[in-house]
């Protein structure tokens, strides 16, 4: 399996603009969950989806931050518009419920410059 | 208070020593714990799991203390290669909880020749 795959990995846009972030989880996997790390504020759990559901979205700051999971092989995590300090990396990962360590594989981020 | 706490770091050790550090969890409910390693620039990944009776995988070993809401990670005879930053989580293993994790800020530990 290929892994939990992100795109872009990198990204730079300036302030203002709609940023759209993609997540691939493995296959067969049936949560979803989308992450952000900066050096202030750590991981931060933004949202989670089971079986395409969103389940938790308590952490998403505001209403400029939304996500969606259309199917099981797919979740995209909006940003619009767009600010300074939305600067991060923005993880994806996915998981089986019913495994014994519940262990998320993390994709490899995507790192978010805002201007 | 943050759910789950580590002190940050860094933790300087010389290379063949031993280096061991804590982590906190405030709620009592929680069931399951974790130790998350993140490198450098890279994504975290699962280092072991940290069971009630104490665990070793080769170098490594957690142990739990739910009385005192804490658990640790040993490293015994460090690598360079152990250098990284490693997160401290925690599950409530509940039906609402479901898969979701809890993460520490993360401890970092740069292991030096």
């Known amino acids: 399996d290929a892994g939990v795959i992100q795109s872009p990995r990198h990204e730079v846009t300036e302030m203002g603009q709609e940023v759209t972030l993609r997540c691939k989880p493995i296959s067969g996997h049936d949560y979803l969950f989308w992450y952000r790390q900066t050096m202030m504020r750590g991981l931060e759990l933004l949202i989670y989806?089971?079986?395409?559901?969103?389940?938790?979205d308590s952490g998403m700051p505001e209403d400029r931050f939304s996500a969606k999971m259309p199917n099981a092989s797919f979740s995209t995590l909006k940003i619009q518009p767009s600010e300074p300090r939305d600067s991060a990396v923005y993880f994806c990962?996915?998981?089986?419920?019913?495994?014994?360590?519940?262990?998320?594989?993390f994709g490899p981020g995507t790192r978010l410059t805002v201007l | 208070r943050k759910e789950v706490e580590q002190d940050p770091g860094p933790f300087n050790v010389p290379e063949g020593a031993t280096v061991a550090f804590n982590c906190t969890y405030s709620n009592s409910a929680s069931q399951s714990f974790f130790w998350y390693r993140q490198d450098c620039r890279k994504e975290p990944k699962l280092l072991m799991s940290?069971?009630?009776s104490g665990n070793e995988d080769g170098r490594f070993t957690a142990q739990l203390n739910r009385a005192s809401q804490y658990i640790s990670l040993l490293i015994r005879d460090s690598k360079l290669s152990d250098s990284a930053t490693y997160l401290c989580?925690?599950?409530?293993?509940?039906?609402?909880?479901?898969?979701?994790?809890?993460f520490g800020g993360g401890t970092r530990v740069l292991v030096k020749p």
């Open positions: 990962a996915s998981s089986l419920s019913g495994a014994p360590d519940l262990t998320q594989y």
């Open positions: 989580v925690v599950n409530l293993r509940s039906e609402a909880a479901g898969n979701k994790l809890t």
């Open positions: 940290v069971y009630s």
């Open positions: 989806f089971n079986n395409n559901v969103p389940i938790d």
